[in-house]
């Protein structure tokens, strides 16, 4: 079975600074990982995905992600937050075997001016 | 292409009713999964159709079901909606219906029960 903790429901960031989204997994196979973002009031939108290969992730935006086997990690960073950054983002895991993802609670992201 | 598509976008019910969302995926692919998401609960599946089978499905009652079309399009239905079924839901579609690839959001349906 797959699982995913977010630690930090909430992060606020000065624009500027560092952003890093922490997300931890649990999976008995090899884990497919994503992270997304969400806008108010719209869907999800694809910010990287991890499936196989290279364990730095480039996304859009700016952000990438590493994937940590031996810390069952795959957080989210980008080195200079901008305003627009302000948003919910989501880590979610997938076993690849069949289509059912498993997303964490979600982390929402303040930007302070 | 066309992102996915879902109708209505916003809707309001009272208990008791029932109610139909439908999503439109993205020309070509074959699964569509559904989730809800409140506030206290964050993202929850329902339930997955891959090829007009459902495949998987979450941890609802009977009183959430689905369908889908041999054009892939998908319809979710809530009979006997009670206010807790308030949320907004998001269609998710992807090409092969392996977990691998990602799934192509749809901007949701805000279903407001009172």
């Known amino acids: 079975a797959q699982s995913v903790t977010q630690l930090g429901s909430h992060v606020s960031v000065s624009e500027g600074a560092l952003v890093l989204l922490r997300c931890n997994y649990s999976?008995?196979?090899?884990?497919?990982l994503f992270w997304y973002v969400q806008y108010p009031n719209q869907g999800l939108q694809l910010l990287l995905k991890?499936?196989?290969?290279?364990?730095l992730v480039k996304g859009i935006n700016g952000f990438e992600a590493e994937f940590k086997k031996s810390e069952t990690s795959f957080h989210l960073t980008k080195p200079s937050a901008h305003m627009s950054d302000a948003a919910e983002y989501f880590c979610?895991?997938?076993?690849?075997?069949?289509?059912?993802?498993?997303f964490g609670t979600g982390t929402s992201l303040t930007v302070i001016p | 292409k066309a992102g996915v598509t879902q109708t209505p976008r916003y809707l309001i019910k009272t208990r008791g009713q029932q109610v139909t969302l439908s999503c439109s995926p993205i020309s070509g692919h074959r699964s569509v999964s559904w989730y809800q998401q409140t506030p206290g609960q964050g993202l929850q599946f329902l339930f997955e159709?891959?090829?007009?089978?459902?495949?998987n499905k979450g941890n609802f009652p009977g009183r959430f079901s689905g369908r889908q079309f041999s054009n892939s399009r998908s319809e979710m239905n809530v009979s006997t909606l009670e206010l807790g079924d308030s949320a907004l839901y998001l269609c998710?579609?992807?090409?092969?219906?392996?977990?691998?690839?990602?799934?192509?959001f749809g901007p949701g349906t805000r279903l407001t029960v009172t």
């Open positions: 979610a895991v997938s076993d690849g075997r069949d289509n059912q993802f498993y």
């Open positions: 159709y891959f090829s007009e089978t459902q495949r």
């Open positions: 999976s008995s196979v090899p884990p497919y």
């Open positions: 998710a579609s992807s090409s092969t219906g392996m977990g691998r690839h990602e799934q192509y």
């Open positions: 991890y499936t196989t290969g290279a364990t």
